[in-house]
Nanobody, 124 residues
Framework: QVQLVESGGGLAQAGDSLRLSCAAS????????MGWFRQAPGKEREFVAT????????TSADSVKGRFTISRDNAKNTVYLQMNSLKPDDTAIYFC?????????????????WGQGTQVAVSS
């Protein structure tokens, strides 16, 4: 079993920055990737970004490229999402996730473990 615990969400104004963290514990896979999805009210869960734990290969959604950066700290088993130039459209619950293997998928059903989510709200 793997446990994922997110932190760092909150309120922000348009143009502000926030950083999300997600610490993983338990028995992770030999090869895996971690990442973030988000879900706004009334919408489906949306892919944001993933990072492969072994080589740091990153996959990001077009909607966040140039604004959001995903990174990892192997020693702390923690993944980060640095969110800059926030927009009201970024308002959502952000979920940390972990998937076996290193192939990134934009389909949430392909992911094995999920955190409880952290709320990000951006006002205009």
């Amino acid at each position: 079993q793997v446990q994922l615990v997110e932190s760092g969400g909150g309120l922000a104004q348009a143009g502000d920055s926030l950083r999300l963290s997600c610490a993983a514990s338990g028995n992770t896979f030999r090869n895996y990737l971690m990442g973030w999805f988000r879900q706004a009210p009334g919408k489906e869960r949306e892919f944001v970004a993933t990072i492969a734990w072994s080589d740091g290969d990153v996959t990001s959604a077009d909607s966040v490229k140039g604004r959001f950066t995903i990174s990892r700290d192997n020693a702390k088993n923690t993944v980060y999402l640095q969110m800059n130039s926030l927009k009201p459209d970024d308002t959502a619950i952000y979920f940390c996730t972990l998937k076996a293997g290193t192939w990134a998928s934009r389909d949430p059903v392909m992911y094995d473990y999920w955190g409880q989510g952290t709320q990000v709200a951006v006002s205009s």
